[in-house]
């Protein structure tokens, strides 16, 4: 009989978890540099870049992947396991990942603490409340959407002179349809894709009809707010109040923005997120020290974990692993035009993650759907499919070396892997332009099985950085729109819808066009269409809409058909979820 293998839950419940205090030790932190959540995680102060701004910055490694299966290829777990792996080599490595969004970790993918033998802990507190950052911003978010609406209302069933008398100095004057503040929840709720508001509300006490009409919005998941972008890319709390305050949520009639400044509540706003803006400290299962902060969506927001973690990151640690989401097209390509501008860091290596399961699905492979069996077609040795699928590894490759970083290939291996085949993607990828390309067996083994990838960044990150970005931002927002989908997903050209030019002459006008750009698309091609697999040529990009998130600093055009509130699947991950009789966590993964 085969030995049962323990789940990610078991393996992260049965770790010895350090006081967070010893795990701050080891990067020179002190108490009075932490707020405590307990004895296994903390927050740590923006005072720490002061104090340790003398130190020289550590080595700056993203890790991408591939276009993905709907399963995901591992990213996060193989980040921990090269930190783990890096500290194996006696190096002082620290970790900077995404907090997870509960609709996830409740839906289909569960938690995002990683797996097997590489992951952050406690995995509990990870996947669940950790200190409370989303709820801090869902809160601000939602007050932003009743200040809306509020000041809408008043507005209606009052004059200049009486609003002025309670303190309102200007009309606003919004105009309802041009609204994009929707609410936020951070679960993933179908039902509320589309609603209708002030339902409740038809008369006044008089019985007089309300001047205020029901209005068609919607909810997004939490962690789809601009507020969490911001959070992501704010440098302090100074640039978090400016930010807040240049947030757009509307226009007026006259065809002029409405800000959160103008509504009166950018610094209400600022004192709900004040806290949140401080890095979640926690520990991997080997002891390194795991920054955990803000977690912005790949697809429709820019996908990478905040710049503040980074940032003091960096000055505490020789090696700084963080992760970018989905696949290099996405994440990382936000990672360097959008996250590396505002924050003035320079990466040393890219580690680009595959699987043969993916390169073989790439390869015209039988659908990979979440809770159904895998095809006998990716657990059997099949090198034609996947020298036909590698290049999909290849094109990668192409991306992050048009950017001038080295890049190392980590295949992330799964037990029914074959010699032969981790073989055949090696060579294919260090003939792509790998620096290298090495099998890693962190999930089994943790730090000890990323050992030879950890050899290898450290050997990459030697050699001198020629990173420079794919655009320029004083480049008109077409262009730049242009420049991603053909030099990143290899298209042809894009095409723009009516709205679309419209709403990039109106941004333009307003002074908006020197925003970076962030695209809004699938994850499960290098395309826009999803069913599009491999290295999918001859096609167009279609941007149908195209908006601005002023605050977090970018303009993200929607190619396709994009949603901001995930639905929940036929068995969710959370009927698993229950509590035992001595109160631990059962059914988490």
């Not at 205090?21 to 720490?48: F, M, N, P, Q, T």
Request: proline share 5%; charged share 20%.
């Amino acid at each position: 009989m085969s030995k049962r293998v323990p789940s990610d839950l078991e393996i992260a419940q049965a770790a010895e978890v350090r006081p967070i205090l010893e795990i701050a030790a080891k990067l020179g932190l002190s108490e009075d540099d932490l707020d405590l959540y307990g004895k296994y995680k903390a927050k740590v102060h923006l005072s720490v870049l002061e104090k340790f701004k003398d130190r020289p910055q550590g080595k700056y490694i993203d890790v991408t992947a591939i276009t993905p299966t709907p399963l995901g290829e591992g990213k996060t777990t193989t980040s921990v396991g090269l930190t783990q792996a890096l500290g194996k080599l006696g190096l002082n490595s620290v970790l900077c990942i995404r907090q997870p969004s509960m609709g996830p970790t409740f839906g289909i993918k569960g938690g995002a603490a990683g797996g097997g033998y590489s992951q952050v802990i406690p995995m509990e507190d990870f996947n669940l409340h950790l200190t409370g950052d989303i709820h801090a911003i869902g809160v601000a978010h939602n007050l932003v959407a009743a200040a809306l609406d509020t000041r809408m209302y008043h507005e209606s069933r009052q004059s200049d002179e009486a609003l002025a008398r309670r303190g309102i100095k200007r009309r606003l004057d919004i105009d309802p349809d041009t609204i994009t503040w929707n609410r936020v929840v951070d679960v993933c709720d179908r039902s509320l894709r589309s609603i209708m508001i002030g339902l409740n509300d038809d008369k006044l006490r008089d019985g007089s009809p309300s001047p205020v009409f029901p209005r068609h919005t919607a909810y997004d998941i939490t962690v789809a707010s601009e507020l969490m972008a911001i959070l992501a890319l704010t440098t302090g709390l100074k640039d978090l109040r400016e930010r807040v305050g240049r947030v757009v949520v509307a226009l007026n009639k006259q065809g002029d923005p409405v800000t959160l400044e103008d509504l009166g509540v950018a610094g209400a706003v600022t004192v709900l997120m004040k806290d949140t803006i401080m890095p979640n400290l926690l520990q991997t299962l080997e002891g390194q020290p795991a920054f955990v902060h803000a977690g912005p969506f790949a697809n429709i927001a820019h996908g990478n974990s905040s710049i503040l973690a980074d940032q003091i990151a960096l000055r505490l640690g020789e090696y700084v692993v963080t992760e970018s989401g989905f696949g290099a097209d996405i994440g990382m390509e936000k990672f360097f035009n959008i996250k590396c501008r505002y924050s003035g860091l320079v990466p040393n290596v890219v580690v680009l993650v595959a699987t043969i399961r993916a390169l073989k699905m790439h390869g015209g492979g039988p659908k990979v759907s979440p809770g159904a069996p895998l095809d006998e077609a990716y657990t059997t040795e099949n090198l034609e499919l996947l020298e036909k699928g590698s290049a999909n590894m290849v094109h990668h490759i192409q991306i992050a070396r048009k950017f001038g970083v080295p890049v190392v290939v980590a295949v992330n291996r799964f037990w029914h892997d074959t010699e032969a085949e981790i073989a055949l993607v090696k060579r294919i990828a260090e003939e792509a332009g790998a620096e290298a390309a090495v099998m890693s067996n962190h999930w089994a083994e943790g730090g000890a099985g990323a050992v030879e990838l950890a050899e290898a960044v450290v050997a990459a990150a030697e050699k001198p950085s020629e990173f420079r970005f794919l655009y320029d931002l004083d480049q008109p927002i077409k262009n730049k729109i242009e420049i991603i989908a053909k030099e990143v997903y290899g298209a042809d050209g894009v095409e723009f819808s009516e709205l679309a030019e419209q709403q990039i002459a109106r941004y333009e006008a307003a002074g908006f066009g020197d925003l970076p750009i962030c695209m809004a698309k699938t994850h499960l091609s290098l395309s826009h269409d999803p069913s599009l697999k491999g290295v999918p040529k001859g096609f167009t990009v279609p941007v149908r809409e195209v908006r601005a998130s002023v605050g977090a600093g970018f303009v993200y055009p929607l190619l396709g058909t994009m949603s901001t509130m995930p639905g929940l699947p036929t068995y969710p991950a959370f009927m698993n979820i229950d509590i035992d009789e001595d109160g631990k966590v059962v059914g988490l993964f």
